[in-house]
């Protein structure tokens, strides 16, 4: 059974809160739970609605909180990234590539006009989204090879696109790097694309930190000749990345943060008991607030910043 969604001005306080009162029920009866017990929260909150950001209760929680962040899984366009960039759309790891070519970048530009609106349109059932995902991704694939992208127009590219980090990912990743949590990010976008923006963005690296999607394959001359791995993306792949898949398949607990409800399916094929899904709800927000609130366990709306997510990961792993 869905528990009723929640809105509150600071999710991860209510969160917690719920975590600790269930944990000290149950504790009342069982002093020392096994770990692996599930129990439903007894509780629910009535609280304001806000602008910013609204949960839903998880159906069970582990017995042990600190337990629940040990594997996260993010997307990386809207999720870690701002939706919004100065007043505009911010651009996506596909959108900000420009190849020296007006001609391709123009057919790239008119693909983007076509099919953005069915990715972001609460209406579209999301089988059939993903088929047109699937087919956007490999047109543009076949445009970027065609038109001879090169490996220095992607770091130009990037050093002039319209793309940011939300505030608090930088703190999160910190957060999780000390506590040696790993984190996959997974994108239907490009590997070598997202680690430049990594690169240039952020000015570091960070060793719990695995790009899990398309990659590149550039000939002596830098340019692109082919793509590894499917087109499409899907995380519990087997013909996925063996080092990445086996980087979490041992931790059975899943931090999953998106910013679409198709990218709950990111945990497919994983091993996990427990699962605290965050949604960011940017765009649409009238419309698809309902579906989202019943998707995601916290969810953030209008582009919030990620410092929620740093404040729930900071209790469950002190």
């Known amino acids: 059974m869905t528990s009723p ?23 009342r009866d069982h002093p020392h739970p ?3 017990r599930r129990f439903r929260l007894p509780l629910l909150l009535p609280v304001a609605m806000s602008s910013s950001s609204s949960t839903t209760v998880p159906d069970s929680v582990v017995a042990d909180p600190g337990a629940l962040a040990r594997k996260v899984i993010a997307d990386f366009d809207g999720t870690l990234t701002r939706y919004w960039y ?16 007006d001609e391709y970048d123009a057919k790239r530009e008119a693909l983007y006009e076509h099919y953005h609106p069915i990715e972001i349109c609460p209406d579209i059932p999301l089988q059939e989204k993903a088929k047109l995902m699937e087919e956007w991704w490999g047109k543009t694939h076949g445009l970027l090879i065609e038109g001879g992208l090169t490996y220095e127009a992607i770091k130009k590219s990037v050093a002039d696109a319209a793309i940011a980090f939300r505030d608090g990912v930088v703190e999160m990743f910190e957060v999780l790097e000390e506590r040696d949590i790993p984190v996959l990010v997974f994108s239907a976008g490009l590997a070598d694309i997202i680690e430049e923006v990594f690169r240039q963005k952020l000015h570091r690296s960070f060793k719990n930190i695995k790009i899990v999607s398309n990659r590149m394959v550039f000939n002596e001359d830098g340019r ?38 198709g990218d709950l399916g990111m945990s497919d094929g994983l091993n996990y008991e427990n699962r605290i ?27 919030a910043p990620m410092r929620g997510v740093v404040e729930l990961v900071s209790e469950l792993c002190p």
């Not at 100065?86 to 070519?101: C, F, I, M, P, V």
């Not at 499917?230 to 910013?259: E, Q």
């Open 86 to 101: 100065d007043g505009a759309r911010g651009q996506t790891s596909h959108g900000l590539l420009r190849q020296g070519n």
């Open 224 to 261: 692109l000749v082919a793509f590894k791995a499917p087109v499409h993306d899907n995380p519990g792949d087997p013909n996925g990345s063996i080092d990445d898949y086996s980087m979490v398949k041992k931790r059975t607990n899943v931090l999953l943060l998106g910013d679409h409800i």
């Open 34 to 36: 096994p770990f692996r």
């Open 277 to 303: 899904a965050v949604g960011f709800l940017n765009t649409n927000v009238e419309k698809s607030l309902k579906d989202y609130s019943e998707a995601f366990d916290i969810l953030y709306l209008n582009d």
């Open 5 to 27: 969604p929640l809105l509150s001005p600071s999710p991860c306080p209510l969160l917690l809160h719920l975590l600790r009162r269930s944990l000290s029920l149950r504790r």
